[in-house]
């Protein structure tokens, strides 16, 4: 009658599936972080304002956090443990088992940061109003046109960028903000904030036109 031997001194054969799943969650993300990529790339340019620079910032977190985690699902998918001569390969096993969990935790803590910022950015988009408004400038008067000091380039109509609660104010100013393409200053790579007189321009919604 042949014995069995015992649980200890058999050799642990979820390796491979262990592997497997590591390259399955690294393709994951990868993926992810490529759409995470594509949708800062669409939304990122010379026209960003204050407003979305928080999403920006968690969108470039979350590319971060899954590139880490990405590696270390890598580097788990590829573990092995050292060969010592007086190992048994129960043991050798065990230790590979282990190493993979190990990695493959620490995959998962960053993969786990990465959606909790593609979440927060997912909700900022939804939930958050925005806090300015593309809308329509138009000069009624060339004397309104002050502002040329500053951008030498600005057309006698343009779009631009306001916040609500400025638009539905009955200040004298208006306070628009310009992109530097339009501005035509290179000394404001990002923009800048133009106080317009209310009287000599007529504002409309950029998508009304």
Same mark, same amino acid.
């Given at each position: 009658?042949?014995?069995?031997?015992?649980?200890?001194?058999?050799?642990?054969?979820?390796?491979?599936?262990? !592997?497997?799943?590591?390259? /399955?969650? =690294?393709?994951?993300?990868? $993926? +992810?972080?490529? #759409?995470? *990529?594509?949708?800062? %790339? &669409?939304?990122?340019?010379?026209?960003?304002?204050?407003?979305?620079?928080?999403?920006?910032?968690?969108?470039?977190?979350?590319?971060?956090?899954?590139?880490?985690?990405?590696?270390?699902?890598?580097?788990?998918?590829?573990?092995?443990?050292?060969?010592?001569?007086?190992?048994?390969?129960?043991?050798?096993?065990?230790?590979?088992?282990?190493?993979? !969990?190990?990695?493959?935790? /620490?995959? =998962?803590?960053?993969?786990? $940061? +990465?959606?909790? #910022?593609? *979440?927060?950015?997912? %909700? &900022?988009?939804?939930?958050?109003?925005?806090?300015?408004?593309?809308?329509?400038?138009?000069?009624?008067?060339?004397?309104?046109?002050?502002?040329?000091?500053?951008?030498?380039?600005?057309?006698?109509?343009?779009?631009?960028?306001?916040?609500?609660?400025?638009?539905?104010?009955?200040?004298?100013?208006?306070?628009?903000?310009?992109?530097?393409?339009?501005?035509?200053?290179?000394? /404001?790579?990002?923009?800048?904030?133009?106080?317009?007189?209310?009287?000599?321009?007529?504002?409309?919604?950029?998508?009304?036109?």
């Amino acid at each position: 009658m042949k014995s069995t031997p015992p649980a200890s001194l058999i050799p642990d054969s979820s390796g491979p599936h262990r !592997r497997a799943h590591a390259r /399955f969650l =690294a393709a994951l993300f990868c $993926a +992810a972080a490529l #759409a995470v *990529a594509v949708w800062l %790339a &669409l939304n990122t340019g010379e026209d960003v304002s204050g407003a979305t620079r928080t999403q920006l910032f968690l969108a470039l977190a979350s590319i971060a956090l899954l590139l880490i985690g990405i590696t270390f699902y890598l580097a788990a998918s590829i573990a092995t443990a050292r060969s010592i001569s007086s190992d048994l390969e129960v043991d050798r096993a065990a230790r590979t088992i282990r190493r993979i !969990r190990s990695l493959s935790g /620490f995959g =998962a803590v960053f993969a786990i $940061a +990465a959606v909790m #910022a593609i *979440a927060g950015l997912g %909700a &900022l988009r939804i939930l958050a109003p925005p806090a300015e408004r593309p809308v329509s400038v138009q000069f009624s008067e060339v004397t309104g046109r002050v502002q040329l000091e500053y951008c030498p380039s600005l057309p006698s109509s343009f779009e631009a960028l306001a916040k609500p609660t400025d638009l539905a104010s009955s200040s004298t100013l208006l306070p628009v903000w310009v992109a530097s393409r339009v501005c035509g200053n290179p000394s /404001f790579q990002h923009g800048v904030w133009l106080y317009l007189n209310r009287s000599t321009i007529t504002v409309a919604d950029a998508d009304d036109r």
